[in-house]
């Protein structure tokens, strides 16, 4: 399973653009990148997943350079409700070896 | 639709003994996991069921069986609870084993004194 490492905590202010960055310098070919968000007493939420390149949703964009060997998670114009721990994994598709394996995550906090 | 849902919220155990927890999804997925998280912690794989009638040991499982009761309900058993326990237990699904999207419970608080 590829490695990833992510800052453990970062702090921003409501309506800025945070960028989280994740590494994974041993990411396989047929990986996929996916991000969670945690608030506290609840469970992880799914926010986006991408493969190259950069992917676009409601909530988040997620930016993946070619070499694939780290992906930027950004979050635009954050607010209070966005503090939050985010998680980086990586996995592949049908792959019965890959179980969820979720590090520390990276620990947001925006501020008024 | 309710997605995940775990039962009990909240759980205050005596060592020793025992207690099942029990999840169920309403979205159709095949696969369902058991992870705990302790304070300030990422998330652990107990165990997990990639489709119904299969179960396999993730990464802690020790102290604890599961049972895939079907393929909406996949439940934890503390045979005999013990303080290194104490945490809180999310279930979660997904439509396959994988980099799928994995949908989460609100979670069991457990406490065990």
């Known amino acids: 399973l590829a490695k990833t490492t992510q800052p453990i905590s970062m702090d921003s202010y409501e309506g800025q653009e945070v960028n989280i960055t994740c590494s994974h310098n041993?990411?396989?070919?047929?990986?996929?990148i996916t991000w969670y968000q945690q608030f506290p007493s609840q469970g992880p939420r799914f926010i986006i997943q991408?493969?190259?390149t950069k992917v676009t949703n409601e909530v988040a964009s997620l930016f993946i350079p070619a070499d694939r060997k780290s992906s930027t998670l950004s979050l635009p114009r954050v607010s209070l409700s966005d503090t939050a721990v985010y998680y980086c994994l990586v996995g592949a598709m049908g792959d019965s070896s890959y179980k969820l394996i979720f590090g520390s995550g990276t620990r947001l906090l925006v501020r008024p | 639709n309710a997605g995940v849902t775990q039962t009990p919220k909240f759980q205050v155990l005596k060592t020793g003994q025992s207690m099942t927890l029990q999840c169920a999804q309403d979205?159709?997925?095949?696969?369902m996991y058991w992870y705990r998280q302790d304070p300030g912690m990422g998330l652990r794989l107990i165990y997990y069921?990639?489709?119904?009638?299969?179960?396999d040991k993730g990464e802690v499982p020790n102290g604890y069986n599961v049972s895939r009761l079907n393929k909406r309900e996949f439940s934890l058993r503390l045979e005999s609870a013990a303080p290194s326990q104490t945490s809180v237990y999310f279930c979660?699904?997904?439509?396959?084993?994988?980099?799928?999207?994995?949908?989460f419970g609100s979670g069991t608080r457990l406490t065990v004194v």
């Open positions: 069921s990639a489709s119904e009638g299969t179960t």
């Open positions: 991408g493969y190259k």
């Open positions: 979205m159709n997925h095949n696969s």
């Open positions: 979660a699904s997904s439509e396959a084993l994988g980099a799928y999207g994995y949908t």
């Open positions: 041993n990411i396989a070919t047929n990986d996929y």
